[in-house]
């Protein structure tokens, strides 16, 4: 197999990619064949023999992969050959297999990629322990990130705004503090061109900041300590710019404030539930689509030293990350990806009358199509009111104005997926059926954001057709919707109905 080693400690230079022998694994551990590795600063020190751990050389960096399962030691239950996992393995990452303690990876999200997979647990993992556990961030809190377009400062961003904060994003250039903005910084500092005590004195007027997150230390920490509020918590993070602070000791007495350490590595060891349950939040805001991973750049196996470097020169905003082989993504709703493009109308009646006795013999009968509906703000409201999702860019017509392309707010992709019954109505009527019970989705995709003031249509296929015990039948109906003036489609999915 292939794999990228470093031979004798230095910087990403010095890295070479050869031919070594496969790994084979002991009995607790797994071998996963790589399909992505997330970029992390623990790279660039280990290869310079900086970090904590350290080592044998010859050895590969690269400490969190996606990947499959290859093999599975006889004491491994959990997992078996092709799972999709994620692992966190130190290093050994770079390479085209890695092998790693089954108790370090799990099960990878069914509707996550490989790229987004490989650069999730370690940033949204360390931030999210920073602020909830450390820090005890609390809503209407307002929070300091330095280095915020970085890989543990952008997911700090992210997080803190879903955990209700106010957002003070600081970075190196106008460029980065972009990328804070569309994850929702509130505020923004340039601490290339910016007086960051002055910036955060005018922010808060005068307050100063109750929470400040660090992974950078370097000459900008004590400014930052300095611009802390009373009873304020400064998160030791990292040392990215190179020297550890010194702190004076008065500071924290006369402001009242804790300096407090985050070792995310050393939590999970220690306190291995709290970490999965902190996973088992962050996942659920994942799959609700409250926060998702910027992908900087994506480097081949040949170009990984490039990705170390770029982190190094600070040329990373979000995540780099090295994908290794020569694979294409296979996602869940694969079948209906070929349809991504707008369908080509037909004409039948609207709406379509069958008789529910007569219901398999229209498998595969196309429907007409909706008439436009436009989607309003305020129907875009009402729906943040009924779930309680009240994301700024579903909501702040205000933020979306400066922020968002277009200026519009967005509609939830599950307002446009909930539309899809009444223009189903619209389409199609089964007579004889006493009732029916929307109650699955098969597959769902969104392949382009449907706009405050924009109008869909819908169009549709009875996709298949099922008897259920009882005297129910599953209907599965295809669904496209299409967002006038696009090429592309707003939603593409499968609702499955049983009537009754
Ligand atoms: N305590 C823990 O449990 C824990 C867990 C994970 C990571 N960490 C630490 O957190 C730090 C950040 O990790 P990361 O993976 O997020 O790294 P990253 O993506 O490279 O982000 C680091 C940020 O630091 C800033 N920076 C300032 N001076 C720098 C320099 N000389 N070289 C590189 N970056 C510099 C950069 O932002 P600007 O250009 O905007 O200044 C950069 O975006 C590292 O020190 C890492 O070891 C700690």
Request: aromatic share 8%.
């Amino acid at each position: 197999m292939r794999a990228v080693l470093c031979k004798n400690f230095g910087l990403p230079d010095s890295l070479v990619l050869e031919e070594v022998p496969p790994p084979s694994c002991g009995p607790d551990e797994v071998v996963i064949t790589v399909k992505a590795c997330g970029i992390n600063f623990p790279d660039v020190l280990i290869i310079q023999n900086k970090y904590q751990f350290k080592p044998t050389l010859p050895f590969s960096p690269g400490g969190e992969v996606a990947g499959v399962v290859k093999t599975a030691g006889e004491k491994v239950k959990q997992l078996k050959p092709d799972d999709r996992v994620v692992a966190l393995c130190g290093w050994g990452g770079l390479a085209e297999e890695v092998v790693v303690k089954a108790n370090r990876v799990f099960p990878m999200p069914p509707a996550m990629d490989f790229i987004t997979a490989s650069s999730t647990l370690y940033t949204y993992g360390t931030s999210f322990h920073a602020l909830k556990d450390r820090a005890v961030l609390k809503a209407g809190e307002t929070l300091l990130v330095l280095g915020a377009a970085g890989g543990v400062g952008l997911a700090a961003v992210e997080l803190s705004k879903v955990m209700g904060a106010t957002v003070i994003a600081a970075a190196s250039s106008d460029e980065k503090l972009e990328i804070c903005k569309e994850k929702g910084a509130d505020f923004t500092i340039n601490y290339t061109n910016e007086d960051l005590r002055e910036r955060i004195k005018q922010i808060t007027q005068e307050k100063g900041v109750d929470v400040v997150y660090d992974p950078v230390g370097g000459a900008l920490a004590e400014a930052a300590l300095r611009s802390m509020a009373w009873r304020g918590r400064y998160l030791v993070v990292g040392f990215a710019a190179g020297n550890i602070p010194q702190f004076p000791a008065n500071l924290p007495l006369l402001k009242g404030c804790s300096i407090v350490g985050v070792f995310w590595g050393s939590f999970a060891e220690r306190q291995p539930q709290d970490s999965l349950q902190n996973f088992g939040q962050l996942l659920a805001w994942i799959n609700e689509g409250k926060i998702k991973q910027h992908i900087h750049n994506v480097y081949s196996l040949e170009q990984a030293k490039n990705a170390l470097q770029d982190l190094m020169q600070r040329k990373v905003r979000g995540k780099a990350v090295v994908k290794i082989g020569d694979w294409q993504e296979q996602t869940v709703s694969l079948a209906i990806q070929e349809q991504a493009e707008k369908p080509k109308p037909v004409s039948v009646s609207k709406p379509l009358v069958i008789k529910r006795s007569e219901i398999k013999k229209y498998v595969g009968q196309a429907l007409g199509v909706s008439d436009w509906l436009t989607v309003t703000q305020e129907m875009i409201n009402n729906f943040a009111n009924a779930t309680h999702d009240y994301q700024w860019i579903h909501v702040d017509t205000e933020k979306a104005k400066t922020l968002l392309p277009g200026g519009k707010t967005i509609a939830h992709g599950y307002l446009t997926l909930s539309l899809a019954s009444k223009f189903f109505y619209e389409l199609l009527t089964i007579e004889g059926a006493a009732t029916s019970i929307n109650y699955g989705l098969n597959k769902a995709r969104f392949p382009v954001a449907v706009k405050s003031g924009d109008r869909i249509r819908m169009t549709g296929r009875i996709a298949s057709v099922e008897d259920m015990p009882g005297g129910g039948t599953k209907v599965f109906l295809e669904c496209m919707m299409e967002l006038e003036g696009q090429e592309k489609l707003a939603y593409i999915g499968e609702l499955i109905t049983a009537i009754y």
